[in-house]
């Protein structure tokens, strides 16, 4: 079984994140970025069901250059090959021109499952993989906490509020994972060291025919227009208790829209 993984590299959640005011999009070159953490479950669901089934893992990733340190990572853990798709164009794409250039990478390439993770940390918008399933038309299979296929068929529970959905589809599909779906892996010294041999295959929008001006900044739906830093922490309020310590709080937190 040939499965695919997408992989985004993001910048850490727990460091500081900034926007870069040349084009009010995030500055990636300045941050410390790390594989989005939800991926690093799709990675390793991917890894358990080739060793069980056979078949290849393969990583796809849209990015700049800085972008090849999330595909070490991946190959580290265990994945057979890469495909990092790096453009000066893409930059700034919005997730509708994204899906675009994955659609045409995943078009180059034999796979009977595409994994992700359900969502970005440096977006949390969660709609790529419905974005994928409809241009490749394929099924969506979204929120897996478990994953099983057999006779060509995936099936996930779907992770609800106080239990789960059993869902199914026929391959090829498309399944995003959560992190209750497994624990991923450590890439060993062994694997780090092996990760160095396996193939990367670099594309560029002309490699996937996608024309430059239909993605970027100048192409995206929506833009940011202004930012500003977050204004200083002022003086906290103090509440004395007379008596009325508790109506006062309440008419404190009720003047903030709070209550």
Known sequence: MNIVVLVKQVPDSGSERSLDPADNTVARGAADNVVNEIDEYAIEEALQLRDAQGGEVTILTVGPDSAADAIRKALSMGADRAVHVSDEAIHGSDAVATSAVLAAALGQLEYDLVLCGAEATDSQMSVMPALLAERLGIAQLSGARKLTVEGGVAKVERQTDGGYWALEAPLPAIVSTWDTINEPRYPSFKGIMA?????????????????????????????????????????????????????KLVDYLAAQKIV
């Open 195 to 247: 990760a160095k041999k396996k193939p990367v295959e670099r594309k560029t929008l002309a490699d996937l025919g996608i024309d430059a001006s239909a993605v970027g900044l100048g192409a995206a739906t929506s833009q940011v227009l202004d930012f500003a830093g977050r204004p200083p922490k002022g003086e906290g309020v103090k509440v004395t208790d007379e008596g009325d310590g508790g109506q």
